[in-house]
């Protein structure tokens, strides 16, 4: 497939990076803040001056952990930009992965065709965790999907106000982006995988849910050079040695560890790190 006009790509939803030489990528977090905090401690001994960071999503999980990783991210934003090396706001990227795309639908519930079904479904993709940790019981939850289009909208009203008492978490998740790139166009960064027979600008929910295929890709995709992504339904663990992919996802939540990996601008693997 030929390579997309980034220059034409909306910079509300896909993060430029600039400048590259060093890109660190980290893969699904899970709501396991403690690996988060561990990962962090490690990043910063490795961290070069104009390093660029990647954060690729699932942020959230089916733990108690949740609102503490959202702190952990914008608390270490805050660390590394106060650092000597002078990092700027546009050297971080997060992306929105498969957990935040099915929080970003329960936030507009009220204008499902079959809300109390949606619930349902979202509840039993372990967004029940990620209600509670916002104020509200799963059981409450699904009750007041079953209550009418008032009921719902005042809830998730609600909802939203609830995220704006926690400091900077409704500026994150609002600013979330679909997927990222350098700007040279050589190194794209999504969540969990893309379709090869769309353009890039044409992918829809394919960024967020795993088509199974990803492996497949063996060639350049849009002009990219390499596809990374940060989290495999099939939990198959770190894959860094194909030609044109990467998987950045060693299990975290599912009972495996949290990793970052350093990329250079070219694609290949410079260091990488575990908690």
């Known amino acids: 497939m030929s390579g997309t006009d980034l220059s034409a790509m909306d910079p509300e939803r896909y993060g430029c990076l600039d400048n590259v030489q060093r890109i660190w990528a980290v893969g699904a977090i899970h709501g396991q803040v403690d690996r988060l905090r561990e990962l962090h401690r490690m990043l910063l001994d490795k961290l070069y001056k104009k390093d660029k960071l990647v954060y690729l999503g699932n942020y959230f999980g089916s733990n108690d952990g949740n609102l503490e990783t959202i702190d952990e991210l914008?608390?270490?934003?805050?660390?590394?930009?106060?650092?000597?090396?002078?990092?700027?706001?546009?050297?971080?990227?997060?992306?929105?992965?498969?957990?935040?795309e099915m929080f970003s639908k329960l936030l507009q519930l009220q204008f499902a065709p079959n809300p109390g079904e949606v619930m349902d479904w979202l509840l039993d993709h372990g967004m029940g965790a990620v209600i509670e940790a916002y104020g509200t019981k799963a059981h409450v939850a699904r009750a007041i999907s079953r209550e009418g289009t008032l009921s719902i909208t005042r809830w998730t009203n609600g909802l939203r106000r609830e995220i704006y008492n926690h400091a900077g978490h409704g500026d994150l998740l609002k600013h979330l982006r679909r997927a990222a790139f350098s700007r040279d166009?050589?190194?794209?960064?999504?969540?969990?995988?893309?379709?090869?027979?769309?353009p890039l600008d044409m992918q829809k929910?394919?960024?967020?849910?795993?088509?199974?295929?990803?492996?497949?890709?063996?060639?350049?995709?849009?002009?990219?050079?390499?596809?990374?992504?940060?989290?495999?339904?099939s939990n198959g663990g770190l894959s860094l040695d194909r030609a044109h992919t990467a998987t950045v996802d060693s299990g975290c939540g599912r009972g495996g560890d949290l990793s970052a990996v350093c990329f250079s601008a070219e694609g290949e693997v410079l260091d990488r790190i575990t908690a």
């Open 74 to 100: 914008l608390r270490s934003r805050r660390e590394i930009m106060s650092m000597p090396s002078v990092y700027m706001p546009e050297d971080f990227v997060y992306l929105r992965g498969a957990k935040e």
């Open 205 to 233: 929910d394919q960024f967020w849910w795993d088509n199974g295929r990803f492996d497949e890709i063996d060639g350049p995709f849009s002009g990219f050079t390499k596809v990374i992504r940060g989290y495999d339904h």
């Open 185 to 198: 166009g050589k190194l794209l960064f999504v969540h969990a995988s893309v379709d090869t027979s769309r």
